[in-house]
């Protein structure tokens, strides 16, 4: 059984809903995001940055995200959730994936711990400024690419919609997704409307 290492409401629940597109086999362990849990011993054997996700696969211990997906979708499923790497379909998944990441997600992520999230002596405002400068163009890239699509890669659903979708809803969250952006709105709706999706935000 897979042990995902999570903290709600962070980017841990992108390998929960994952493992529910998969079908594995998985428990979680709760962790408070920022708690000095995350900062014991223990958990920085686990994680060395004390983040999540991380996963531990019957003793292999595997942290950041793209690196998490790789390694679950390679070894658990068909492969189908990332198509063959050196198709196209397959190039433009990782494109994806690491988009999302970095810069969307990283970006994101700054906005949202820095304007209140962490403590007053730990904000930085000027990430907050710098990721109110950067987001609307980042989010308009992928509106852009998702015209006539159903998914970003086309018909085919993908690990990249996973990570994605989680992002657009920090952006969506902060206003930068919105009537606006209406290919990312229907997308963001489609994407939650999966079985896979609802059961994993039911954790």
């Known amino acids: 059984m897979i042990k995902i ?38 958990y920085l054997a686990v994680h060395p940055l004390g983040k999540v996700p991380a996963i531990d696969d019957n003793g292999f211990i595997l942290w950041e995200t793209p690196a998490i997906f790789d390694y679950l979708i390679t070894r658990y499923s068909n492969g189908g959730l990332i198509p063959p ?6 190039a433009q998944a990782v494109q994806w994936i690491n988009f999302a990441e970095n810069p969307l997600t990283i970006v994101l992520g700054e906005m949202v711990a820095h304007n209140g999230v962490l403590p007053p ?22 509106e852009t690419a998702l015209q006539g699509k159903e998914f970003i890669l086309g018909e085919q659903f993908s690990a990249a919609d996973i990570m ?5 809803t920090i952006a969506q969250y902060l206003g930068f997704v919105d009537s606006a952006t209406p290919n990312a709105m229907a997308y963001i709706e489609r994407l939650m409307a999966r079985e896979a999706y ?3 935000a039911a954790v």
């Open 5 to 42: 290492y999570h903290s709600p409401l962070s980017r841990s629940a992108r390998v929960i809903w994952l493992a529910e597109e998969i079908g594995l086999d998985y428990s979680i362990e709760v962790l408070e995001l920022f708690s000095d849990a995350m900062q014991h011993p223990d």
């Open 85 to 90: 790497r050196d198709t196209a379909l397959g």
């Open 121 to 142: 002596e730990r904000c930085i405002p000027a990430l907050v400024a710098r990721g109110s400068d950067m987001v609307p163009d980042l989010v308009a890239i992928v």
């Open 164 to 168: 994605l979708c989680f992002a657009l």
């Open 198 to 200: 609802q059961r994993a």
